[in-house]
């Protein structure tokens, strides 16, 4: 039953990888990209386009683009249109072998995995291009004069207010605008904190959770920082172990990537820790507006604003390509940040801050927010029914928030798992990958599934392939 289902012939909406560039405009490039595609092999015969809509959001292209490009293509042999079966690669679009082909330069994402599931990415196709495009026009328009000059290392003063508001409204942060610092995401933050080492404006040792983003550890070990792991239970981080460290990192609302809350006597504990040794806490909060299940667990800094620094980007909510972030401060910590940062490093770029700050006070940061966390849900749900139907014997964990989910597998099977996805085009990490060198493995066997990158129209077929690798039950 499994079998059939999985082989079914109506796997249609993988991602097709184009790339759009060269000369004509974006039909042409389009036209040759699906051209391409469809000569190499890259498209099989049979394989079934996505429609229309679909494509067009994910490209960033209008509907009419594509539809005249399959037009094109179906004219010239390459594509067929059947009424109720949608459009299709031609049976006799053989791919050329020996023939001289003109040499195309494969695109980077073209050599890329079929299915993408890793976690940390939010879904591309969804960036609010005509919002942010309006929110950028406005600022651009209002904008005085002397947002063209140098600039201020802090960030601008209309971003650093927005945040404070959105900040305080939306993740309980205590703080003003005086206290925050525009920076370019939380890598950038951590650079900025332990960027010189012992001469830095924080030091190490650090604790991390036991499993964590391994590049995040490999920044700070690259500042000469060293990280005690704390090992995780279902409360969280044990932070009752940490000791003589000068600072912990932690992701308090959705661990990462297990998925649970600090439970609320950790957040106390850790907190009290801090008061005692002087130490500080860097709270990650990098998913913090994505809770499902009932009311955001509020930000740690809102416990103690000059015990803990608070880290935020927009790279779940909007993208990570925009490398934008803050930090939230304690007031002493402001001039030494600021030292760090300098006077004509990289910032993050002004005009974005503008158009950010025009996006959160206009009130579209929220309603994309809002209909992200719904379409995200959404897609959670679909993994969990997916799942039940065709993997019953997996558990899933993780559920509550953010982009990714955790599936327990049997132990001594993550492994050859992950191999057999890896073999079948379906990129995902196992939990070893996110462990800590010296943490124990005391999460076990399991998959870290990011549910919000693929495309809409490709994340079926990505289920599909999903439970086609799963160890049997
Ligand atoms: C655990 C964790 N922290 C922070 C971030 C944000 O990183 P950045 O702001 O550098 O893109 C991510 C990824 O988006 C993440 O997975």
């Known amino acids: 039953m499994r079998e059939s289902w999985v082989n079914s012939a109506e796997r249609i909406g993988a991602d097709l990888h184009l790339e759009l560039s060269g000369p004509g405009g974006r039909r042409a490039a389009l036209i040759r990209a699906l051209r391409e595609a469809v000569r190499s092999g890259r498209l099989a015969p049979g394989t079934r386009l996505p429609p229309y809509r679909s494509l067009a959001a994910d490209l960033g292209v209008a509907r009419n683009t594509v539809a005249d490009a399959y037009a094109e293509l179906v004219a010239e042999g390459w594509l067929t249109a059947r009424q109720g079966s949608g459009t299709r690669v031609a ?4 791919p050329l072998r020996g023939a001289v082909r003109t040499p195309v330069r494969t695109p980077v994402r073209a050599r890329g995995p079929r299915h993408d ?5 939010p879904d591309a196709s969804s960036f609010p291009r005509a919002a942010w495009a309006a929110a ?8 005085p004069s002397e947002a063209f000059g140098p600039g201020d290392p802090a960030g601008r003063r209309e971003v650093r207010e927005a945040l404070a508001e959105y900040l305080a ?5 205590r703080t003003e605008p005086d206290r925050i610092v525009v920076c370019s995401g ?28 391994g590049f995040h550890r490999e920044l700070l ?3 000469g920082v060293r990280t005690v792991p704390l090992p995780l239970d279902e409360d969280g981080a044990r932070v009752d172990l940490l000791g003589r460290e000068h600072a912990v990192l932690l992701t308090p609302a959705h661990q990462f990537p297990t998925g649970g809350p600090l439970h609320p ?16 806490v860097l709270e990650d909060d990098y998913d913090g507006e994505f809770r499902y299940d009932r009311r955001p667990v509020g930000a740690l800094q809102g416990l103690d604003p000059e015990r803990v620094i608070h880290i935020g980007s927009v790279s779940k909510s909007l993208s990570p390509a925009l490398r934008l972030g803050w930090m939230v401060l304690p007031e002493r910590y402001v001039g030494p940040v600021l030292a760090a940062k300098g006077e004509r490093e990289a910032w993050a770029s002004v005009l974005d801050q503008l158009a950010l700050a025009e ?9 994309h927010v809002r209909r992200m966390r719904q379409r995200y849900r959404h897609r959670r749900d679909r993994l969990v029914a997916t799942l039940a139907a065709h993997a019953p014997h997996v558990e899933v964990t993780g559920l509550a928030a953010g982009l990714h989910a955790v599936l327990r597998l049997p132990p001594g099977t993550e492994r050859s798992t992950v191999k057999a996805a890896t073999w079948q085009g379906v990129a995902l990490d196992g939990l070893a990958a996110f462990r800590h060198p010296q943490g124990e493995p005391a999460a076990g066997d399991g998959l870290v599934v990011g549910y919000a990158a693929p495309a809409e129209h490709a994340y079926g077929a990505a289920l599909e392939a999903l439970c086609a690798v799963l160890p049997p039950g």
């Open 169 to 173: 409204r939306a993740r309980g942060v």
């Open 117 to 121: 599931l890793r976690q940390g990415a």
């Open 136 to 143: 950028y026009r406005r600022a651009l328009q209002a904008a």
């Open 221 to 223: 070990a690259t500042a």
């Open 359 to 367: 996006f959160i006070v206009s009130g579209a940061y929220d309603r």
């Open 91 to 94: 049976d006799r679009a053989e």
């Open 265 to 280: 006597e950790r957040r106390a504990a850790v907190i009290d820790w801090s008061r005692a040794r002087g130490s500080m």
């Open 186 to 213: 939380f890598a950038h933050a951590l650079r900025l904190l332990f960027g010189q080492g012992a001469g830095g404006v924080l030091r190490g040792p650090v604790g991390v959770e036991a499993y964590g983003l």
